[in-house]
């Protein structure tokens, strides 16, 4: 079963800070980040194992909230490149599979 | 070129028609999945491989068959295209021994248009 992300889709101006969601029915295992440009591949951002890790590297972090089944993502004084669709996904405890939730479009403006 | 290659990027197909999409990666990773994207839906996994000859089904299976007789290479056929496999389709290798762990590296997707 996907995760669902929320929001579905956020503006922001350049500077301001965003927050992106990611939530699980199933107990979770680990959760990765993962972000897209538009006409590219995905590309890695980060991973969280269980224990309730907090991870991050510039202004990009994320925390992980096993007993919540939830992760968020953080963006911090966004800029112009943070733009792209963002993608959680999460595995389980019974399967070894990574599972993508639907998407948060991410727009950053002048 | 060292990396994830899919080829061929583009494809227009008719319906019934067999079509093979091949993935080819560098660095003996261990693991290999193949991704169809489509709006409203994000990724979903299609089939992924463990290693060579070990292949397991994904969320989305039906229609498609995988095989992979050497770790480079990890090619998705469609044994009768239909409209519904219309999609970008993604490979990735992982050099994780676990799903749990590891970064998964995408290739630069296939363009699949089935009429």
């Known amino acids: 079963q996907q995760p669902v992300q929320s929001p579905q889709a956020v503006i922001l101006r350049e500077g301001e800070d965003a927050v992106i969601n990611c939530s699980s029915s199933k107990a979770l295992y680990s959760v990765h980040w993962y972000r897209q440009k538009h006409g590219e591949a995905p590309i890695f951002l980060m991973i969280l194992l269980k224990g309730g890790e907090q991870k991050g590297h510039d202004k990009i972090s994320a925390s992980f909230n096993e007993k919540k089944q939830q992760s968020s993502l953080y963006l911090t004084a966004s800029q112009l490149s943070y733009s792209g669709t963002y993608f959680c996904g999460t595995v389980t405890g019974t399967a070894s599979k990574l599972t993508f939730g639907t998407g948060t479009r991410l727009q950053v403006t002048l | 070129d060292a990396g994830i290659t899919q080829s061929p990027r583009y494809k227009i197909t008719e319906t019934g028609r067999q079509v093979t999409l091949m993935c080819h990666q560098t660095?003996?990773?261990?693991?290999m999945f193949w991704y169809r994207q489509d709006l409203g839906h994000g990724l979903r996994l299609i089939y992924y491989?463990?290693?060579?000859?070990?292949?397991d089904k994904g969320e989305v299976p039906d229609g498609y068959v995988v095989s992979r007789s050497k770790t480079e290479n990890f090619p998705l056929t469609l044994e009768s295209a239909t409209r519904s496999q219309t999609s970008v389709y993604f490979c990735?290798?992982?050099?994780?021994?676990?799903?749990?762990?590891?970064?998964?590296?995408f290739g630069p997707g296939t363009r699949l248009t089935v009429t």
């Open positions: 990735a290798s992982s050099e994780s021994a676990a799903v749990e762990f590891g970064e998964q590296y």
């Open positions: 491989s463990a290693a060579a000859d070990i292949t």
């Open positions: 660095w003996s990773h261990s693991y």
